[in-house]
């Protein structure tokens, strides 16, 4: 299994970007899919999670209300759109595939992880 991650930039504070995350390779049947983030010092945390069927989302408080993570099951491919970023949102922006079909926050219940996509916010 492979996950591409794309979409990261350097932008202005209160700009916006949507990353995209696709899925390729030997695929579970039915997976959930998170975003984390690790900014330079910090430990990886936990930006947005979506279940399988796209009905359940999850999010840190840090990006509720601005980030809206969604996927098309067709096109494998999960995306995070951000809003409003400010420059603490600055990170390397990772997705990952779960094989809990519900969503989940915790890094341990990840198994699939892509490469990472740098965001940076300037102010």
């Known amino acids: 299994v492979q996950l591409q991650a794309s979409g990261g930039g350097l932008v202005q504070a209160g700009d916006s970007l949507r990353l995209s995350c696709v899925v390729s390779?030997?695929?579970?049947?039915?997976?959930?899919m998170g975003w984390f983030r690790q900014a330079p010092g910090t430990e990886r945390e936990f930006v947005a999670t979506?279940?399988?069927?796209?009905?359940?989302?999850r999010y840190a408080d840090s990006v509720k209300g601005r980030f809206t993570i969604s996927r098309d099951n067709t096109k494998n491919t999960v995306y995070l759109q951000m809003n409003s970023l400010k420059p603490e949102d600055t990170a390397v922006y990772y997705c990952?595939?779960?094989?809990?079909?519900?969503?989940?926050?915790?890094?341990?219940?990840?198994?699939?992880w892509g490469q990472g996509t740098q965001v940076t916010v300037s102010s």
């Open positions: 990952a595939q779960s094989f809990d079909v519900i969503g989940v926050t915790t890094r341990s219940d990840y198994q699939n």
């Open positions: 390779g030997r695929t579970l049947n039915r997976y959930s």
């Open positions: 979506i279940s399988w069927s796209g009905g359940s989302t």
